[in-house]
């Protein structure tokens, strides 16, 4: 605590120029005390001035006061250096490169905290105290620490520039308004920026307003990623299971094959077998019968040979040799040949639905018809019905917005419109409000002449040539142009004539990122008009163009 009263003590008796402690203190009239070289200094330095003024309160004195030293004040301050060395300021105090110098400083310079427009000079903490103190100095306009206030000084008449020339859109003083920008549409400089900043707080908003759309938008996006995931996650895990299943079909089908083939075979060897032995029997009994005959062929006596012949059986031809055929490796080539066909066959299906499931994986989510057939029912769309609102700052000015900013029709007579970048100057159409990024439908109302139903980018050029901002004729727009008695589709100046039920409705189906793109006309049932598959490479906005006396669209309210 003593500590910080000496340092108290030691603020109190510093020079507010040099920001050291008092050498040769002086006090002048008004009651400010400084080093005596240094107000001398500062006051011969006031070339400007030819009354010398106090550096802090600005109180002028005529004539230039004597400067006597305050013993008083020296003596407590020789008393401060024996209490114990001096604090230099901290080193973040003092001024930089890059930073803005207190004007005031002598010696080295301090960091300046603030600038003021009024004095065109700029204050360290210490110097700007009388700014805060006394009353006149209270008044000025202080801003954050400047290097260019003389920019603030009008280069003619070394004039403060405190007015504004709308004329030549620049800031000027007092007596250029008076001088050569006489007659000019002149305002305070402060007025001016009260204008703009309107200007500004509102560009901001619509930016604020395009920021949260945006993050909307990624935030669909960011859904939609997780979607997929999520189904391309469970699919290759549902296909891995039917693959594995499809696997354990055939596994079970080669078993089985395996099995009824060592069946049979077990059953043909044991039919060989049984007739081998047989055969081996029937050869046994063969040979004892030739080895009979050979004996009795043996035997020399007559009567022996003929009393003995009868007992010999008359000779059976056989049964089994007759009936054997041999076959040799075709035993079981059939059913090699079968099996072989089975996968033939399973070949030529898994070759035939591999590309359809390829497709299927390519068109994944894509909501087209269930065939080729051209007629829908609404009620597939319905679930990825938007509500489409037009933007007034796109609207042309031979357009009449209304039905809360969903309808527009045709007028003769130009409407008192304010300018806005947005808005296109030259052809008779605007753009919806929503940003269009995932999955969406909706439906417009039209009525009498011309009507272009089209989507498009934001880019889209708002002026300029006939091809650069009409729907349909560029890169950036897709349009079906629709007549009294037929339809086109337009895109990048390509037209392709359409054909299909004339309606006075026309639905607009939209999935962003399958990049497709569909036109029907609508009564009792939907008939597709013309469908555009392509890749959209940023956000889509509805719009409409339209021409003719009492012609007009609408953006139907779906339930």
């Known amino acids: 605590?003593?500590?910080?009263?000496?340092?108290?003590?030691?603020?109190?008796?510093?020079?507010?120029?040099?920001?050291?402690?008092?050498?040769?203190?002086?006090?002048?009239?008004?009651?400010?005390?400084?080093?005596?070289?240094?107000?001398?200094?500062?006051?011969?330095?006031?070339?400007?001035?030819?009354?010398?003024?106090?550096?802090?309160?600005?109180?002028?004195?005529?004539?230039?006061?004597?400067?006597?030293?305050n013993t008083m004040l020296a003596a407590l301050v020789e008393q401060m250096k024996k209490t114990g060395p001096q604090a230099a300021p901290p080193d973040h105090c003092y001024a930089g490169p890059e930073d803005v110098v207190c004007d005031f400083c002598s010696g080295r310079k301090r960091k300046a905290i603030k600038s003021c427009l009024v004095c065109l000079a700029s204050y360290c903490e210490k110097h700007l105290q009388p700014h805060h103190d006394v009353a006149p100095l209270k008044k000025h306009k202080l801003v954050d620490p400047s290097k260019n206030l003389q920019d603030n000084i009008c280069p003619r008449h070394d004039e403060v520039m405190k007015m504004f020339c709308r004329?030549?859109?620049?800031?000027?003083?007092?007596?250029?308004?008076?001088?050569?920008?006489?007659?000019?549409?002149?305002?305070?400089?402060?007025?001016?920026?009260?204008?703009?900043?309107?200007?500004?707080?509102?560009?901001?908003?619509?930016?604020?307003?395009?920021?949260?759309?945006?993050?909307?938008?990624?935030?669909?996006?960011?859904?939609?990623?997780?979607?997929?995931?999520?189904?391309?996650?469970?699919?290759?895990?549902?296909?891995?299971?039917?693959?594995?299943?499809?696997?354990?079909?055939?596994?079970?089908?080669?078993?089985?094959?395996?099995?009824?083939?060592?069946?049979?075979?077990?059953?043909?060897?044991?039919?060989?077998?049984?007739?081998?032995?047989?055969?081996?029997?029937?050869?046994?009994?063969?040979?004892?019968?030739?080895?009979k005959m050979k004996q009795l062929t043996d035997t020399e006596d007559h009567n022996q040979f003929l009393h003995n012949?009868?007992?010999?059986?008359?000779?059976?031809?056989?049964?089994?040799?007759?009936?054997?055929?041999?076959?040799?490796?075709?035993?079981?080539?059939?059913?090699?040949?079968?099996?072989?066909?089975?996968?033939?066959?399973?070949?030529?299906?898994?070759?035939?639905?591999?590309?359809?499931?390829?497709?299927?994986?390519?068109?994944?989510?894509?909501?087209?018809?269930?065939?080729?057939?051209?007629?829908?029912?609404?009620?597939?769309?319905?679930?990825?019905?938007?509500?489409?609102?037009?933007?007034?700052?796109?609207?042309n000015t031979q357009l009449l917005l209304s039905e809360e900013n969903t309808k527009v029709t045709f007028m003769e007579k130009h409407q008192s419109y304010s300018y806005h970048p947005d808005r296109f100057s030259e052809r008779p159409q605007a753009l919806g409000r929503e940003s269009l990024t995932g999955r969406h439908y909706w439906e417009v109302e039209k009525k009498d002449e011309i009507v272009f139903i089209a989507v498009s980018y934001k880019n889209i050029s708002r002026s300029g040539g006939w091809k650069e901002s009409r729907f349909g004729l560029n890169e950036k727009s897709w349009s079906l142009h629709c007549y009294s008695d037929r339809y086109e589709f337009g895109h990048n100046s390509i037209r392709t004539s359409v054909s299909g039920p004339l309606s006075s409705r026309i639905g607009v189906y939209l999935d962003h990122r399958a990049g497709v793109l569909s036109f029907y006309s609508v009564s009792e049932t939907m008939t597709l008009l013309h469908r555009v598959q392509t890749t959209f490479t940023q956000p889509l906005y509805a719009g409409v163009w339209i021409y003719g006396p009492g012609a007009s669209a609408e953006f139907c309210k779906l339930k």
């Open 309 to 395: 012949y009868p007992s010999l059986s008359p000779l059976s031809a056989s049964t089994h040799s007759s009936s054997i055929s041999i076959r040799p490796l075709r035993y079981f080539q059939d059913v090699t040949a079968a099996v072989s066909e089975v996968r033939g066959r399973l070949q030529d299906i898994l070759r035939d639905t591999w590309t359809n499931i390829s497709l299927t994986i390519t068109e994944v989510d894509v909501l087209l018809s269930d065939s080729q057939s051209d007629t829908k029912s609404r009620a597939g769309f319905l679930k990825y019905s938007c509500e489409i609102t037009l933007d007034p700052n796109t609207v």
């Open 1 to 69: 605590m003593a500590q910080k009263g000496v340092q108290l003590d030691k603020e109190t008796f510093s020079c507010s120029i040099c920001l050291d402690l008092l050498k040769h203190p002086v006090t002048i009239p008004c009651g400010h005390s400084y080093c005596m070289n240094c107000i001398k200094t500062y006051w011969d330095g006031e070339k400007e001035k030819t009354i010398p003024s106090c550096p802090q309160c600005r109180q002028m004195f005529k004539p230039r006061p004597v400067l006597v030293k």
């Open 167 to 291: 004329t030549d859109q620049k800031c000027i003083c007092y007596l250029c308004s008076v001088d050569e920008h006489k007659g000019h549409d002149t305002v305070s400089a402060a007025a001016e920026r009260t204008e703009r900043q309107r200007e500004m707080e509102e560009s901001r908003q619509q930016i604020q307003q395009e920021i949260q759309d945006r993050k909307k938008d990624v935030k669909l996006l960011q859904q939609e990623v997780e979607a997929i995931n999520k189904s391309a996650d469970k699919t290759v895990e549902n296909s891995e299971e039917i693959f594995t299943e499809l696997i354990s079909v055939l596994q079970k089908r080669s078993s089985d094959v395996k099995q009824q083939i060592r069946s049979q075979q077990e059953t043909e060897v044991r039919r060989v077998r049984e007739l081998e032995e047989k055969l081996q029997q029937e050869i046994t009994d063969l040979k004892r019968r030739d080895a």
